[in-house]
């Protein structure tokens, strides 16, 4: 027969497991904070207070926005690395997130330090030129690139996001032409500069402003890198259509929670998210902007984000890029 101690350790390990199998069943038994990892008015933020508004009622609790920007949404990353465990702390951040493990070399954490719960919304990378430019797609526009004699100019938001990663890999390793990287503080500016013909492209993704100049006539989009073309944008051909080799990169916005945080309070906010992610009109608000509704598992979204980081890290490291 088992020993005292013996039943009273099996006793203690059966009370932990109550404890917190009711701790999740209660939960939320406060509100609870999205630590967004960027500005007000960007992507991250839209999509966060869309989750905010449709989480609050279903757990009954308010979920309040907060916007920490800054080191391209290492702060946020960081501070939420940090934070209690409780389940009332979670980040909601981008790529960025994925990117930064190779590319920032002091984010004074690790991706390892946060579980992902879910990743909610995904829109790709795009080149976009002038409606005027002669082009009619990113083929035309490479053909005629290597007959001008000077490089490429393409912009974006800015350095280390993944527009110009994704922008610099496609000129070096995929089309093989030279091309400079022309950086801007923020989305609309470099939209600005690419509709004023002061650069010849922009890298950005659809869901950054693109796809709805695209619609009004203002932009012309070349191609995508998705494997199929968006729903938003059904006339812009994807990068393998166009006979570069299959090349996908987007920009997704996702929940993750401090590494910590009880599995079950995980998996409840990730099941109800998914509620959340099929409502229609949900759908239709971020399809409206370019981005694609993700639904998924939390084990899917970690499996996802792995993959994120391994694929983002390998481009950074063959382009040699680096931020300290």
């Known amino acids: 027969m088992p020993g005292k101690s013996a039943i009273a350790l099996v006793a203690l390990l059966a009370a932990i497991l109550s404890a917190g199998q009711v701790s999740a069943q209660n939960y939320p038994t406060r509100d609870i904070a999205f630590v967004v990892a960027f500005a007000p008015g960007g992507v991250a933020d839209t999509v966060a207070r869309l989750l905010a508004q449709g989480i609050g009622p279903k757990l009954g609790r308010t979920?309040?926005?907060?916007?920490?920007?800054?080191?391209?949404?290492?702060?946020?990353?960081?501070a939420v690395s940090r934070s209690s465990a409780d389940g009332y702390t979670f980040l909601v951040t981008t790529t960025a997130l994925a990117i930064n493990e190779t590319l920032r070399k002091n984010n004074g954490f690790s991706t390892s330090d946060l579980e992902p719960v879910a990743i909610?919304?995904?829109?790709?990378?795009?080149?976009?030129?002038?409606?005027?430019?002669?082009?009619?797609?990113?083929?035309?526009?490479?053909?005629?690139?290597?007959?001008?004699?000077?490089p490429v100019t393409f912009g974006t938001a800015g350095v280390g996001s993944g527009s110009h990663i994704a922008g610099e890999y496609f000129f070096k390793e995929i089309a093989k032409i030279p091309a400079i990287h022309?950086?801007?503080?923020?989305?609309?500016?470099?939209?600005?500069?690419?509709?004023g013909n002061q650069i010849d492209l922009m890298e950005t993704t659809?869901?950054?402003?693109?796809?709805?100049?695209?619609?009004a006539g203002k932009l012309k989009g070349?191609?995508?890198?998705?494997?199929?073309r968006a729903a938003v944008t059904p006339d812009v051909?994807?990068?393998?259509?166009?006979?570069?080799?299959?090349?996908?990169?987007?920009?997704?916005v996702g929940v993750f929670a401090p590494a910590a945080t009880s599995p079950e309070i995980i998996a409840k906010l990730n099941a109800t998210i998914e509620q959340v992610m099929k409502d229609p009109s949900v759908r239709g608000r971020l399809a409206a902007?370019?981005?694609?509704?993700?639904?998924g598992s939390q084990s899917e979204a970690k499996n996802y984000f792995r993959s994120e980081v391994a694929k983002w890290g390998k481009m950074v490291k063959a382009l040699g890029l680096s931020i300290n």
């Open 289 to 295: 902007i370019g981005f694609d509704p993700i639904e």
């Open 182 to 195: 022309v950086p801007f503080q923020g989305g609309a500016p470099a939209l600005n500069a690419v509709m």
């Open 206 to 215: 659809l869901g950054g402003g693109a796809a709805a100049q695209i619609k």
């Open 120 to 150: 909610v919304a995904s829109s790709p990378e795009a080149m976009v030129t002038s409606s005027g430019n002669p082009a009619a797609n990113l083929a035309d526009f490479v053909k005629a690139a290597k007959g001008k004699g000077r």
């Open 237 to 252: 051909p994807t990068y393998t259509e166009q006979g570069f080799p299959e090349f996908d990169a987007a920009s997704w």
């Open 63 to 78: 979920v309040v926005v907060e916007n920490r920007g800054g080191a391209g949404g290492n702060i946020a990353a960081s």
């Open 222 to 228: 070349l191609g995508i890198a998705a494997a199929k």
